[in-house]
């Protein structure tokens, strides 16, 4: 944190973000971008740029939007803030700064912070608001920060999607009026839409050019993120919780913390800032980011809820044949009174149902153990189904409006958890200490969440804190999610959630992945994993190799292509290994010892998106590099087929024009290498150039197909 007399400059190796901190005056907002030199700093307050609120508060410019909304105790709605004093601390490799503003008549605080990273260019900001007050203060509107964008020729990039078709890109130019991008759902927040967008400052989004301000939201819950295209000459930019139907009361002395948003500002286009996140989320945001994900086969897409224990030594010998390191066995493995036969029954029984399992956990696991690899287990322990002992016991557990029959949800039976019940919390971290005190070899848990907030109701809450109940069902999700990882802190989680749902940077300080979606068709998940990767890195995101027809949109995709797919992320299989032909299970033993070779660049590289499925061009292509750029992996994915089509030729990016590469292709399944395998090639001429890559496969006529896909290797020679 660099001071003047006045401003404040928060500072990343490559941004800065300018504020003015005077006594006795309001906190301004200044500059955020590129790293200022200290004369440009010096000088900064005389450049013209105006200066705009950091932290607006409603009712002393009641037509503008607010940051901050409150009702004192004596019905006064606004609120007038200056700067107290301001404040500065290191914490792990992070400064962290802190302006705290009083109202000039109330005893009521904010304080603004923000968090800068010194080893990547992402600064967090969140507020912490607290009051003196005899009496509460009503919260009605509390965002985590606000931002000015400067107008022109601005575009948006953002997430939409639903159920099997999550992380869909969408991309606008901003236009006079308000954009909202919201989540109701209460449970999950990132199917239908996503917490973090990106802002291209100087016309149409491009992958590796251009001047670039990413931000996301890392929450949970419920959120909104508004864009005020007013009059001014700026784009005005909130995010933060999601306030409808959530007005909170603030007590005396009590502090409510909001979520961080996270801000990052890249010169080299959509892609660049997706490196800054992906290196932050890697270090600091990411369960285990620094540790490569295990490669496995989950159980579910083959036998469904037909969990037996010998089939499930069969698919564990069949993963571990094919190179594979670890077994899920996912839904359908538990139940007593009620057995879990399909979706409508037996969630919050978390018991071994020894009709299916006569040996239970621990015969799985020593048939994990002959097998050689590791176990993991589904279990979605925020739900309950009204057909299950838990809720015989307990239906007060449940959250449901008073006097009202509860909506149900999947199955017709099932029913959310109220997790802002203490009680509760007690339960659903049980759910996991219990099966880990038990079974401690469980490497992995897949963490599902299959139902919204159809119920607005808490039996815990009392009356008056009603409108408490999304932001206190999720700080009791995270104190269950603290307390196991103080526990078990190198336990392996999945967020799953419907698939897509939790794909969100509050959930993954406590997971190690997201299940991208419950839809694994090769085709489609090239576009979701593509808009998905905008803001994830592929660490993170799980992506399988399932059957042909597929299971969601019956569409017959070979084999070859779900691999090149699915090694684009973290592979895994969805798949009944018996169903596969001898052929097919062997390249997929060759495909994971090939994707065991580029791993660490998937994991850990710097990902280059080339030409985007969006842009409809008849092929996809994307890369990683490492962080040396003495090695990469480049995907290409033909899209469509037709008679003499013409697709762009790709030009690669991210190597190292001084070096030379030798080319190798993974995965190969045609009779004859292509021209360039074994050659090498300049990074100048690749990225310049790039390289002719053929149409269709070199394959006996009976396996020809209409699709195509290339995984090359490259690796620099001396």
């Known amino acids: 944190m660099a001071l003047s007399a006045e401003n404040i400059c928060v500072s990343t190796p490559n941004t800065s973000l300018v504020i003015n901190a005077s006594e006795g005056q309001e906190l301004k907002f200044i500059y955020y971008g590129e790293k200022l030199s200290e004369d440009d700093l010096k000088n900064i307050s005389s450049s013209g740029l105006p200066q705009f609120p950091a932290y607006p508060v409603y009712g002393m410019n009641c037509p503008g939007e607010a940051a901050l909304a409150v009702k004192h105790a004596d019905g006064n ?31 009521f605080y904010i304080d603004v912070c923000y968090k800068a990273y010194q080893d990547a260019d992402v600064i967090e900001t969140w507020t912490e608001i607290s009051h003196g ?17 400067r107008r022109g020729n601005v575009w948006l990039s953002s997430l939409y999607g639903s159920w099997a078709n999550e992380g869909r890109l969408a991309q606008e130019a901003l236009e006079p009026g308000m954009k909202v991008i919201k989540n109701k759902d209460g449970v999950r927040n990132s199917h239908t839409a996503h917490a973090e967008v990106m802002f291209s400052l100087d016309g149409q989004p491009q992958e590796n050019s251009g001047n670039v301000i990413g931000a996301a939201l890392c929450y949970t819950g419920n ?27 603030l007590e005396k002395e009590e502090t409510f913390r909001t979520p961080e948003l996270a801000l990052t500002y890249s010169k080299e286009g959509l892609s660049g800032a997706s490196r800054n996140f992906h290196r932050w989320a890697r270090l600091h945001k990411l369960a285990h980011g620094n540790q490569l994900r295990k490669i496995l086969l989950n159980s579910w897409e083959g036998v469904y809820f037909n969990i037996n224990q010998k089939g499930m030594d069969q698919m564990m010998a069949d993963i571990a044949s094919m190179g594979g390191e670890l077994f899920v066995m996912d839904d359908g493995w538990f139940g007593d009174k009620y057995k879990r036969n399909s979706d409508n029954s037996s969630l919050g029984d978390w018991v071994t149902d020894t009709t299916k399992l006569p040996k239970g956990i621990g015969g799985l696991l020593a048939d994990a153990r002959k097998n050689g690899v590791k176990f993991g287990i589904w279990i979605e322990p925020e739900m309950a189904n009204t057909t299950s002992e838990l809720y015989e016991k307990h239906p007060e557990w449940i959250l449901k409006a008073p006097q009202r029959d509860p909506v149900l949800g999947r199955g017709g039976t099932q029913v959310v958890l109220d997790l802002g019940n203490p009680e509760v919390q007690d339960f659903v971290f049980g759910v996991v200490d219990n099966l880990m005190t038990e079974y401690p070899e469980i490497d992995y848990i897949k963490w599902d969440a299959n139902m919204d907030i159809m119920n607005h109701g808490s039996n815990f809450l009392n009356k008056d804190k009603q409108s408490h109940m999304y932001i206190e069902y999720h700080r009791g999700l995270e104190k269950i999610c603290q307390r196991i990882r103080a526990k078990y802190p190198d336990l392996t989680i999945q967020a799953c959630a419907s698939g897509g749902g ?17 839809n694994t068709d090769a085709l489609q998940r090239i576009y979701m994993q593509w808009g998905t990767s905008y803001f994830f890195p592929a660490i993170a995101m799980a992506s399988h190799i399932s059957a042909a027809p597929n299971h969601q949109t019956f569409r017959t995709i070979p084999l070859k292509y779900r691999i090149d797919v699915a090694m684009s992320g973290r592979l895994g299989m969805e798949i009944q290994p018996k169903n596969m032909t001898d052929e097919e299970k062997e390249l997929c033993r060759k495909a ?15 990902i280059y998106r080339l030409i985007s499925p969006y842009d409809r061009l008849g092929v996809a292509s994307l890369m990683y590099t490492s962080p040396e750029k003495d090695k990469a992996a480049f995907y290409w994915w033909k899209t469509e087929t037709f008679v ?10 991210g190597l190292n024009p001084e070096k030379r590469y030798r080319i190798h292709e993974l995965n190969r399944i045609d009779n ?9 090639f300049s990074g100048a001429f690749l990225m310049n150039n790039g390289l002719e890559i053929p149409y269709r496969h070199n394959v006996d006529y009976h396996k020809q197909n209409d699709y195509a896909s290339r995984v090359l290797y490259l690796e620099a020679v001396n």
């Open 223 to 249: 959120y909104k993120l508004r864009i005020d295209t007013d009059d001014s000459e700026y784009h005005q930019f909130y995010a933060g919780i999601n306030e409808e139907n959530s007005a909170y009361t």
């Open 644 to 653: 003499n089509q013409h697709i762009p030729r790709v030009k690669m990016a």
């Open 133 to 149: 007050e005899k009496k509460p203060v009503a919260l009605n509107q509390f965002a985590s920060a606000y931002l000015p964008i």
């Open 77 to 107: 709605m606004s609120l007038q803030m200056e700067v107290e004093k301001t404040a500065s601390r290191t914490e792990n490799n992070a400064v962290i700064t802190t302006i705290t503003m009083k109202d000039k008549v109330y005893p």
């Open 502 to 518: 939790r794909a969100n940077y509050g959930y993954l300080p406590y997971f190690d992945e997201f299940w991208v979606s419950d």
């Open 672 to 680: 004859t290498p292509l021209a360039f395998e074994g050659k090498t």
């Open 592 to 606: 994971i010892a090939d994707y065991k070779t580029i791993r660490p660049i998937v994991q850990f590289g710097d």
